[in-house]
């Protein structure tokens, strides 16, 4: 409604503005005289010539009556041509007076057109400065009605919108109702709510899920931790060495079960904030223990560790090591060369296989999660031992660094000396 009322308005106004536009061009300069009052004008200074001194002018035209000399006898006013040089220039009408047939005199009537034409002309003008003023107004005051009811809503909703796609959906979106756009904008705080809600039950649904993988991980490995026993007694009371090979082979499966198991439960444990690192003091010399329980098929020898005090979470650490050998246990199959070594305030342990290695495109990627390198082929794993490992030594200040060496992957655990972090 008030757009239409600002529209008719300056319609209006324009229509005006053209009237007065057209009148004015439909004037002509030279002023048409009027002939009557002229001829009145005429007619009472020629009857009462010799008397002219008592003549008043009733017409109200401006004019000048001379006598045969150029004498001036008579004159409505101030100004006006004396002369009949003056009054051929400025286009006056001179007339000749007569009495009895004899030449008295002239009179000049003022020529007053060009005035008259520069006070229309003056009219027009103003008039139309004055409504183009108007429209002036009019439209800075649309413009800031606009601002007001379109312009300020619409960057509000882009700060929501800016908010929403940061994630923030706990602050509303402000509504004027009584604005042409509270319904619209009333709508998008709707969808607000609905994203909220739909996020909160997103992210409870995906912490039940983290929950019931972390619940199930741990109840499945107590059964495990039976058949693995039971199978260690049965190959430990065997008689037969094929039977004694199978108990190795359920022995040996269980171990990897078990590894997988770990590693996703371990994966659970961390997206929920579950699973601390906590470094402590460690002598060097546990680290052989450490390594003794991961390599339980004893597939490689452990060299001279240098003697000194580390910064680490042996359980942990010992998760690191597990994951290491299982995986070239599971990939490699082949022996596994151990080196220790003392650098840059670090004790730097690399265990490095036989097998054919990993391509280098692939070897930035094998620490991401649920990531497996293109020659794992068919065997089984889900990607998450490296990505453990390296989330742990993260946790103690230290380093896992994979590699091709020279025989097959090679993989570095860099463990910080106590003190040095």
Same mark, same amino acid.
């Given at each position: ?11 209006? !106004?324009?229509?005006?503005? +053209?009237? &007065?536009?057209? #009148?004015?061009?439909?004037?002509? @300069? =030279?002023?048409? *005289? ?98 183009? !003023?108007?429209?002036?107004? +009019?439209? &800075?005051?649309? #413009?800031?009605?606009?601002?007001? @009811? =379109?312009?300020? *809503? ?268």
């Amino acid at each position: 409604m008030k757009a239409q009322k600002f529209l008719a308005g300056l319609f209006l !106004l324009f229509a005006a503005e +053209l009237t &007065a536009l057209l #009148f004015f061009s439909s004037q002509d @300069a =030279v002023h048409r *005289p009027d002939v009557i009052r002229i001829n009145e004008a005429f007619q009472s200074l020629q009857d009462g010539w010799d008397a002219i001194e008592n003549h008043t002018d009733q017409t109200g035209l401006d004019y000048v009556a001379l006598d045969l000399n150029g004498n001036v006898r008579f004159r409505t006013g101030p100004g006006l041509s004396e002369s009949i040089h003056a009054a051929v220039t400025h286009r006056d009408t001179i007339l000749d007076l007569e009495i009895d047939g004899l030449n008295v005199g002239k009179v000049i009537f003022y020529n007053d057109s060009e005035q008259i034409f520069r006070s229309q002309k003056y009219a027009v003008i103003g008039f139309v400065a004055t409504a183009m !003023l108007l429209q002036t107004l +009019l439209c &800075a005051g649309y #413009f800031l009605y606009l601002n007001h @009811a =379109v312009g300020k *809503p619409f960057r509000r909703l882009k700060r929501f919108a800016e908010r929403v796609a940061d994630g923030n959906l706990d602050i509303p979106l402000e509504m004027d109702r009584e604005n042409f756009f509270g319904s619209f904008t009333e709508s998008f705080d709707l969808m607000r709510s609905e994203l909220k809600k739909a996020r909160l039950a997103e992210a409870e649904a995906n912490a039940r899920k983290k929950e019931l993988v972390a619940r199930l991980s741990h109840d499945i490995k107590t059964p495990l931790a039976s058949i693995k026993a039971a199978s260690e007694v049965g190959a430990a009371l065997a008689g037969d060495d094929k039977l004694r090979e199978n108990y190795d082979r359920i022995i040996q499966k269980s171990d990897q079960i078990n590894t997988l198991v770990t590693n996703l439960f371990s994966a659970s444990l961390k997206e929920l904030e579950q699973l601390p690192v906590i470094p402590e003091d460690m002598p060097s010399r546990e680290l052989k223990t450490l390594l003794e329980n991961s390599d339980y098929l004893r597939r490689t020898r452990i060299p001279e560790i240098p003697d000194c005090l580390l910064r680490a979470d042996r359980l942990r650490l010992q998760q690191v090591f597990d994951n290491i050998f299982a995986n070239s246990y599971k990939y490699a199959g082949t022996s596994v060369f151990t080196s220790v070594s003392l650098r840059n305030c670090r004790l730097i342990v690399c265990m490095e296989d036989s097998g054919d290695g990993v391509p280098a495109e692939e070897l930035p990627f094998l620490k991401e999660k649920f990531r497996r390198g293109k020659n794992a082929g068919r065997i089984e794993g889900a990607g998450l031992g490296l990505y453990i490992s390296d989330y742990f030594m993260k946790g103690m200040d230290g380093e896992l660094l994979l590699e091709n060496g020279e025989t097959g992957l090679k993989v570095s655990v860099k463990i910080p000396l106590s003190g040095t972090v």
